[in-house]
């Protein structure tokens, strides 16, 4: 790799070390040829390639196929690679026009791009996002070698059954290299050499290339990548005629390494969960044709054979299989491999594997570890800056909170039609978050829920499912309500990311036939309600004309949302979601001892703006402040994407989660942080954590001008109980606001960018926080983010100071019961939870009558004591209860 190219070193030295340790040296057997099976006709190439954008070719005739013009196309060779070692190179492939009647060819080339190279020496960022030395064959007819050369004669169209050969050698300090065109017989069209090519160029990956637009003269040393604008590709668009076919790709020479394990596919990655002995997985496929298999299999090992526990079918749109397993042994670990048998060029039949562990479930650990992810674009692809911390922490289970993609992911925009098509541009960027993680995933359970950019909205409210409203695009239509895109486009983005998720508490589609998995998933006695907070939720824009909202935002300066945004009819949840977690919160089956919520984002509006902003528009653009620096006129603000709106929806799904003394895990708010809701006062329910981006394109902040009346003690000015900008209490504990640091790329580390742990204590029923920056490292002590880790009690989820206490409950026969608060008055219950020994001393937090239940509610054993009535103090009475 480049040695100019400095700013790298900060990444992926242990990826690096691993990638280098995989490598075979380029001497025996690090030859390519390119063989596909004759009768296989499909989008997917195979697991040896990596196709920019996936969409755009397919394999056909055993050939290689662009069958979308457009700029940059390319097929990147995944297991091989070019070494910066002295030696020869040698490439050749076999091309022609896909329609050789097309005379007037647009501007554009065909042939190589070599030694291609990202920005984090890693072969997936260099197939996605890297750039090389071009060579080749421009539309014109001449023959190219980084530059154009107007002495070259050329050839003429149509472009049939052409071979490109392409000879580098050392020629003193730089490299000699030859490029000759030959027809079918052989005979050599037109050759050109170029003696003065930089090393440095040649070293990376190789890939062909076939492109619309018009072809730049390489500049003579490879460029450092501008931080200020990598990750947006220029000049991929779609369009023109260079649409060309390859064949018999070779690739050999001393310079050439090998790398077996670098395939990607054909099972690209998986995800499972365990919940009530229930073991839900789903293997992700790519797109695969009519004749190949259409079946994966699920092995498990018992002893030292491997059986076959189901076959699935993969889904046409999807690319998806999906297992359900009934009665799973999850008190040990049991290895399994998922199987795909692929048909090879000889005829034969390999199965590839993908092999894991399903993890026993960690019931006597005392410690739950959950590590969770937010605004996952590919800004630092493949994340090995930190995938390998967050193994260190060893986490029992994952939580990706929404975002796993956005529309820029990979480059090359976006493709909404036709559907099947919109399926493969969105799933190329759906692998990226798969190949980054694959290794977490495999070996533990996790969580995966859609947020707006996974279905490409840049804000949704999902309006229960409906379409929006027709002639509208962009903001408008998003403003209107609803979904942008086919609802099978919405159901497949579904099935990838949440078809392994526990069976939904109401399976019932919404509009559309979309689907719904909002659902509990029990892992390690802590109960996790998994909800869709976009789902169900109103639009504002026609609930409030007045607000004249555009893009989410109120453009009428005189509209006060904290006064009158709060429409009588507006959605957060929807009565399907409150009525889940209303019965959920009472649920305490299972050994269940804490319960936690995991939804797309935090019930608040923590972001603030210079006072006169309008939007949100700005927030990239905003200066990164240094540290303990406050920005002069920051207020807090009224972003209806949020979920401060609407403010009754939001007390509504906190006080059903009250009821559980839940704690919350979210993110999408690109800003992480962590508060105690309030509701009529400050800190009368419970806690939530909203986990910083991954990679953050839009770094908000939480910076107000004026401190609050109750700060948090020692902690910095912008900590305490505020106000939201829909007037929602909240109490501020810490904040990862962005802060300049002086890493490369600014754009990835500035950002204030990383990822939450969150432990759950079974012997103290405690929960602590963590928030960690990208470039920390638990094993090394590298500092959290200023204000972590922060320490609660399960029973801080519900208010702080109680209105008073009921009697203490001495419970004989039966330990750690689940007791159970009802106002009797109103039959309402006020909370559930399970009792941490046999003594227990209830707090209530109003006036009033009370029933107490105590027992297991797994053999539906109860004792009830009613007709209760609070002390202010503690009380002194006890109540023994024996089994």
């Known amino acids: 790799m480049s040695t100019k190219r400095t700013h790298t070193t900060l990444f992926t030295s242990i990826a690096l070390l691993a990638c280098l340790a995989a490598v075979t040296l380029g001497n025996d057997g690090s030859t390519f040829e390119s063989h596909f099976p004759s009768p296989i006709n499909r989008t997917w190439i195979g697991p040896e390639y990596w196709a920019?954008?996936?969409?755009d070719w397919q394999l056909k005739n055993e050939r290689i196929e662009c069958i979308q013009s457009g700029g940059d196309r390319n097929v990147y060779l995944l297991t091989r690679t070019v070494n910066s070692r002295p030696g020869d190179l040698n490439l050749s492939v076999t091309l022609g026009q896909l329609d050789p009647s097309a005379r007037d060819l647009k501007a554009g080339y065909v042939g190589f791009k070599v030694g291609i190279q990202g920005q984090f020496n890693d072969y997936r960022d260099s197939a996605v996002r890297g750039d090389g030395f071009r060579v080749g064959l421009l539309t014109g007819g001449r023959l190219f070698i980084g530059k154009h050369?107007?002495?070259?004669?050329?050839?003429?169209?149509?472009?049939?059954?052409?071979?490109?050969?392409?000879?580098?050698?050392?020629?003193?300090?730089?490299?000699?290299?030859?490029?000759?065109?030959?027809?079918?017989?052989?005979?050599?069209?037109?050759?050109?050499?170029?003696?003065?090519?930089?090393?440095?160029?040649?070293?990376?990956?190789?890939?062909?290339?076939?492109?619309n637009g018009v072809v730049k003269d390489m500049p003579k040393t490879r460029p450092d990548i501008d931080d200020g604008n990598w990750g947006f590709r220029a000049g991929t668009a779609r369009g023109g005629n260079v649409n060309f076919w390859f064949s018999d790709w070779t690739v050999s020479g001393t310079k050439v390494d090998t790398c077996p394990e670098c395939v990607f596919g054909p099972v690209m990655f998986n995800q499972?969960?365990?919940?009530?002995?229930?073991?839900?997985?789903?293997?992700?496929?790519?797109?695969?044709?009519?004749?190949?298999?259409?079946?994966?299999?699920?092995?498990?090992?018992?002893?030292?054979?491997?059986?076959?526990v189901q076959s699935a079918d993969i889904h046409p749109?999807?690319?998806?299989?999906?297992?359900?397993?009934?009665?799973?042994k999850s008190s040990k670990d049991i290895p399994y491999r998922l199987v795909y048998p692929l048909e090879q060029p000889n005829g034969e039949t390999k199965d590839y594997y993908l092999n894991g562990t399903i993890r026993k479930e960690p019931t006597r650990k005392k410690e739950l570890v959950v590590a969770a992810f937010t605004g996952n674009n590919d800004l630092g692809f493949p994340n090995n800056d930190f995938v390998s911390k967050v193994a260190n922490h060893n986490p029992d289970m994952l939580f990706f909170s929404g975002d796993q993609i956005y529309e820029g992911v990979g480059g090359y925009g976006i493709q909404t039609s036709p559907l099947h098509k919109a399926c493969n541009d969105y799933l190329r960027k759906w692998y990226l978050y798969g190949w980054a993680y694959k290794d977490l995933l495999k070996d533990r359970p996790a969580i995966a829920i859609p947020d707006d950019h996974d279905v490409y909205h840049g804000n949704l409210w999902g309006a229960g499912g409906r379409a929006t409203k027709k002639g509208l695009s962009g903001a408008a239509a998003q403003d209107s309500g609803g979904y942008k895109y086919h609802p099978e486009f919405v159901n497949s983005i579904h099935r990838t990311q949440t078809s392994h998720l526990p069976d939904p508490y109401d399976p019932t589609s919404i509009q559309q036939d979309i689907s719904v998995y909002h659902c509990n998933m029990n892992y390690g006695g802590v109960s996790f309600a998994i909800i869709a907070d976009r789902m169900f939720k109103s639009a504002p824009a026609g609930l409030l004309p007045e607000a004249q909202i555009w893009n989410g935002w109120p453009q009428n300066l005189e509209f006060d949302a904290a006064q009158n945004a709060d429409h009588p009819e507006a959605v957060l949840l929807g009565d399907r979601q409150l009525k889940f977690l209303d019965e959920w919160a009472c649920d305490w089956r299972g050994g269940?001892?804490?319960?936690?919520?995991?939804?797309?984002?935090?019930?608040?509006?923590?972001?603030?703006?210079?006072?006169?902003?309008?939007?949100?528009?700005?927030?990239?653009?905003?200066?990164?402040?240094?540290?303990?620096?406050?920005?002069?006129?920051?207020?807090?603000?009224?972003?209806?994407?949020?979920?401060?709106?609407?403010?009754?929806?939001?007390?509504?799904?906190?006080?059903?989660?009250?009821?559980?003394?839940?704690?919350?895990?979210?993110?999408?708010?690109?800003?992480?942080?962590?508060?105690?809701?309030?509701?009529?006062?400050?800190?009368?329910?419970?806690?939530?954590?909203?986990?910083?981006?991954?990679?953050?394109?839009?770094?908000?902040?939480?910076?107000?001008?004026?401190?609050?009346?109750?700060?948090?003690?020692?902690?910095?000015?912008?900590?305490?109980?505020?106000?939201?900008?829909?007037?929602?209490?909240?109490?501020?504990?810490?904040?990862?606001?962005?802060?300049?640091?002086?890493?490369?790329?600014?754009?990835?580390?500035?950002?204030?960018?990383?990822?939450?742990?969150?432990?759950?204590?079974?012997?103290?029923?405690?929960?602590?926080?963590?928030?960690?920056?990208?470039?920390?490292?638990?094993?090394?002590?590298?500092?959290?983010?200023?204000?972590w880790p922060i320490t609660i009690k399960q029973t801080d989820n519900f208010k702080t100071i109680p209105f008073g206490y009921l009697p203490t409950l001495k419970i004989k026969g039966m330990k750690d019961a689940v007791i159970q608060v009802i106002e009797q008055t109103t039959n309402e219950v006020a909370y559930t939870l399970r009792a941490n020994g046999s003594t227990f001393k209830p707090k209530v937090f109003a006036a009033g009558h009370y029933t107490i239940k105590a027992g297991n509610p797994d053999t539906d054993q109860f004792k009830v004591i009613k007709d209760l009535e609070p002390t202010k103090s503690p009380n002194k009475k006890n109540i023994r209860i024996k089994f």
């Open 52 to 55: 920019n954008p996936l969409q």
């Open 149 to 211: 050369d107007p002495s070259v004669i050329p050839l003429k169209p149509p472009f049939e059954d052409i071979t490109l050969a392409m000879t580098a050698k050392p020629n003193g300090d730089t490299y000699a290299i030859t490029l000759s065109a030959s027809n079918k017989q052989g005979k050599v069209l037109s050759r050109v050499t170029r003696n003065d090519v930089n090393p440095d160029w040649l070293a990376g990956g190789i890939a062909i290339a076939c492109s």
């Open 592 to 787: 269940v001892w804490m319960k936690t919520v995991l939804s797309q984002t935090i019930f608040a509006n923590l972001a603030t703006l210079p006072k006169d902003e309008m939007s949100d528009a700005s927030v990239p653009k905003l200066r990164i402040l240094n540290a303990d620096e406050y920005p002069p006129d920051d207020m807090p603000v009224s972003d209806f994407d949020s979920n401060g709106w609407p403010q009754t929806g939001r007390n509504k799904a906190l006080r059903a989660m009250r009821k559980g003394l839940a704690f919350h895990i979210a993110g999408d708010q690109h800003l992480g942080s962590t508060l105690q809701y309030g509701i009529d006062e400050y800190r009368d329910a419970g806690f939530a954590v909203c986990v910083p981006s991954v990679s953050n394109v839009w770094p908000r902040r939480w910076c107000p001008m004026i401190p609050s009346d109750n700060p948090i003690a020692g902690q910095p000015r912008y900590t305490g109980d505020y106000e939201d900008g829909f007037g929602n209490k909240m109490t501020v504990h810490a904040v990862s606001n962005p802060l300049f640091t002086g890493l490369k790329p600014s754009r990835l580390y500035d950002r204030a960018t990383g990822y939450g742990i969150v432990k759950f204590n079974k012997s103290k029923r405690n929960i602590t926080i963590e928030c960690w920056p990208r470039l920390a490292d638990a094993k090394t002590g590298y500092k959290q983010y200023p204000g």
């Open 272 to 308: 499972y969960t365990l919940s009530h002995n229930l073991m839900k997985m789903t293997a992700q496929m790519p797109p695969i044709g009519a004749r190949d298999a259409q079946q994966v299999a699920l092995q498990t090992k018992v002893g030292r054979r491997w059986t076959t």
């Open 317 to 328: 749109l999807s690319r998806t299989a999906q297992f359900s397993v009934k009665n799973w």
